[in-house]
C-alpha cells in the first residue's frame, strides 16, 4: 500500500525558514496537501494541489511536490505556527497521511 | 456558517457496534462529498472512509473495510458511519469532513471520541 514518510519533528528559531518533507513513491504524480493542526483543534488545510494558498492562509506558507517529495516551506517562522503537520495525498480512491511532524519554534 | 457536528461516540466493548452521526448545517450537503477521518489518541490522522452525493460511490481504508459502513440522508443532511466488530485500535477522535473536490476538503467537525474497551 501506497505511504507517506515525514520526520517527526522539526525545530527552527522564531524569524528561520521551516522546511518539512513528505516521501512517497512518485508522489510528483499526485496532489499533494498539508495540513496544519494545534492542540485541541481540528486540522486546517494551508496547501492544496500542491501550492496553493486557500484564502486565510499568510504568504510565507508555501508548497512545492517535485520527483518523490512534497515540501512545506515556512518563511519567518513566528511562535503561532507551532503545530503538527501532516501531508495527504489519494492513492486509488483513497487518501493518505504522512505520519505528522510536529513542528518547534524555539 | 458552514457547521458539522459529530454524534455516538462513546464506549464500547470489543466486538460491538456503534454508529456515528454528522449533523450538517450552513450548506448544500447533497451537493458535497463526505469523509469520515479518525485520529487515536496522540496519534497522526487517519482517513477512514468517503461517500459520493447519491451513495453510489464509497471508498474505505482497509482497516476499516467488511466492518464500517458509511452513508448519508440527504434529506436531513446527515452523514452516518456504522461501525462493527469493533477493536480496540478503532479507538480514536473520529472527524466528519467536507470534500471541496479536486482532492481538497474544507470543513472538519470538531469530532466524536469512540473508546473501544472493556
Known amino acids: 500500500s501506497y505511504e507517506l514518510t515525514q520526520p517527526p519533528s522539526v525545530s527552527v528559531s522564531p524569524g528561520q525558514t521551516a522546511t518539512i518533507t513528505c516521501s512517497g513513491e512518485?508522489?510528483?504524480?499526485?496532489?499533494a496537501f498539508w495540513y496544519q493542526q494545534k492542540p485541541g483543534q481540528s486540522p486546517v488545510v494551508v496547501i492544496y494541489?500542491?501550492?496553493k494558498r486557500p484564502s486565510g492562509i499568510p504568504e510565507r506558507i508555501s508548497g512545492s511536490n517535485s520527483g518523490n517529495t512534497a515540501t512545506l516551506t515556512i518563511s519567518g517562522t513566528q511562535a503561532m505556527d507551532e503545530a503538527d503537520y501532516y501531508c495527504k495525498a489519494w492513492d486509488r480512491s483513497t487518501v493518505i497521511f504522512g505520519g505528522g511532524t510536529k513542528l518547534t519554534v524555539l | 456558517e458552514v457547521q458539522l457536528v459529530e454524534s455516538g461516540g462513546g464506549l464500547v466493548q470489543p466486538g460491538g457496534s456503534l454508529r456515528l452521526s454528522c449533523a450538517a448545517s450552513?450548506?448544500?450537503?447533497?451537493?458535497?462529498?463526505m469523509h469520515w477521518v479518525r485520529q487515536a489518541p496522540g496519534k497522526g490522522l487517519e482517513w477512514v472512509s468517503r461517500?459520493?452525493?447519491?451513495?453510489?460511490?464509497?471508498n474505505y481504508a482497509d482497516s476499516v473495510t467488511g466492518r464500517f459502513t458509511i452513508s448519508r440522508d440527504n434529506a436531513k443532511s446527515t452523514l452516518y458511519l456504522q461501525m462493527n466488530s469493533l477493536r480496540a485500535e478503532d479507538t480514536a477522535l473520529y472527524y466528519c469532513?467536507?470534500?471541496?473536490?479536486?482532492?481538497?476538503?474544507?470543513?472538519w467537525g470538531q469530532g466524536t471520541l469512540v473508546t473501544v474497551s472493556s
Open positions: 461517500i459520493n452525493t447519491d451513495e453510489r460511490i464509497t
Open positions: 469532513v467536507r470534500d471541496l473536490g479536486g482532492g481538497d476538503t474544507d470543513y
Open positions: 450552513g450548506f448544500t450537503f447533497s451537493s458535497y462529498w
Open positions: 512518485n508522489l510528483e504524480n499526485k496532489n
Open positions: 494541489q500542491d501550492s
